[in-house]
DNA sequence: AATAGTGGTAACCCAAAAGTAACTAATGGC
DNA sequence: GCCATTAGTTACTTTTGGGTTACCACTATT
């Protein structure tokens, strides 16, 4: 009787890295910080449809999983900055793939290319926002 | 006054993908299917702790964003098999990037294999199920 | 004296996702 | 005549994720 197998060695590890990312926001914070660090209020900025309180969250989960460091310096007012670890860093090309794959799969949804612009202090990317 | 370019072109398409396949089951699915087509049953047998209205709902979901193929052969009782597209195809090694990525990224977590073993015609992997 | 600016937190609310249990249709086998 | 089988569905409940508003601390600026 011929035995038949079905192998999955990968499956967990997915599961995991989907617990870790696979949400709505991780994603593209990681996408954006990928730019450089970044202060939480332009993040907030850049990310306008989120609310600060799941912005603070998604950022203290995406730290406790070691993908994003915090420094808070003591100034007034406060300056916290965020930026990638080597882990995330690592991530950055499986997420271009991954989103590659979708321009390739869905041609007809021609997504739109999200550009964003800071001007000098604080207008440009207010702009950018507002529009 | 220097502009500074914050460019994500991708994160658009990225957002699109991790609604298509960013949750808990469906790369599980999609991985499982890579071993060839499957039944309903299977799949629910394969994934213990899955619901069977959850399942229906992720093949429905899955099969409309052009991922699944779903036959339905008119037998009693009913016989349903899934496979995966053209598109889902494409998207394997993604997802094999992914997984590959958090067995790198977190060692420590030594990740199970998830072999699973069909014996003959439904005692083997209800057997696995079991354990 | 008042206000703006920053990175949060707390309390509360809502909708969507997921889980549970019972049920179905149609047939073959006992 | 009865049960098992399969791929669901329905109705109901629970859990989760995310959103809203208000508030705080501390200083520089007006």
């Given at each position: 009787?011929?035995?038949?197998?079905?192998?999955?060695?990968?499956?967990?590890?997915?599961?995991?890295?989907?617990?870790?990312?696979?949400?709505k926001?991780?994603?593209?914070?990681?996408?954006?910080?990928?730019?450089?660090?970044?202060?939480?209020?332009?993040?907030?900025t850049l990310?306008p449809t989120?609310?600060?309180?799941?912005?603070?969250?998604?950022?203290?989960?995406?730290?406790?999983?070691?993908?994003?460091?915090?420094?808070?310096?003591?100034?007034?007012?406060?300056?916290?900055?965020?930026?990638?670890?080597?882990?995330?860093?690592?991530?950055?090309?499986?997420?271009?793939?991954?989103?590659?794959?979708?321009?390739?799969?869905?041609?007809?949804?021609?997504?739109?290319?999200?550009?964003?612009?800071?001007?000098?202090k604080?207008?440009?990317y207010?702009?950018?926002?507002k529009?």
């Amino acid at each position: 009787m011929a035995r038949k197998y079905i192998d999955n060695p990968n499956a967990c590890s997915l599961v995991h890295t989907m617990n870790i990312i696979g949400n709505k926001w991780k994603p593209i914070i990681l996408y954006l910080l990928s730019n450089g660090s970044m202060r939480f209020g332009m993040l907030n900025t850049l990310i306008p449809t989120i609310s600060k309180k799941v912005l603070t969250n998604q950022l203290k989960e995406l730290e406790n999983d070691g993908l994003l460091l915090r420094q808070s310096f003591a100034e007034i007012p406060p300056r916290v900055e965020y930026s990638l670890t080597e882990k995330a860093v690592g991530l950055l090309p499986v997420l271009k793939m991954l989103s590659d794959w979708a321009n390739d799969a869905y041609p007809e949804m021609k997504f739109e290319q999200c550009r964003i612009i800071e001007n000098g202090k604080k207008l440009a990317y207010n702009n950018v926002y507002k529009n």
